[in-house]
Nanobody, 124 residues
């Protein structure tokens, strides 16, 4: 699976942004998808995931502001981020995997394919 994330940019705190990730190469609908982010100097962390049947899960601290969705007809997964904060500044990566489940203890380890990230910078 090839993944391409896009939609990042420079935004003001309080604004919203929608990231997209286009997939190609294999049957998209067979894969769970995830969004991860890596802030400067920090490890990559799970932000949101969605199973192949559309069950979404989130990092607890991001619930309410982050919404993940998928359009299997377009082979695309989205991440809507509202009320952006400076601490949301990070490179956002999308990933695909068949082992991911909602509530997975190791979301990162359950992903098989990773795309190049898209940078989101939130100014205060």
């Amino acid at each position: 699976v090839q993944l391409q994330a896009y939609g990042g940019g420079l935004v003001q705190a309080g604004e919203s942004l929608r990231l997209s990730c286009a997939a190609s190469g294999r049957t998209f609908s067979n894969y769970a998808m995830g969004w991860f982010r890596q802030a400067p100097g920090k490890e990559r962390e799970f932000a949101a995931g969605i199973t192949w049947i559309g069950v979404a899960s989130y990092k607890d601290s991001l619930k309410g502001r982050f919404t993940i969705s998928r359009d299997n007809a377009k082979n695309t997964v989205y991440l809507q981020i509202n009320s952006l904060k400076p601490e949301d500044t990070a490179v956002y990566y999308c990933a695909a995997g068949q082992r991911f489940r909602s509530g997975s203890l190791d979301p990162k380890g359950s992903m098989d394919y990773w795309g190049k990230g898209t940078l989101v910078t939130v100014s205060s």
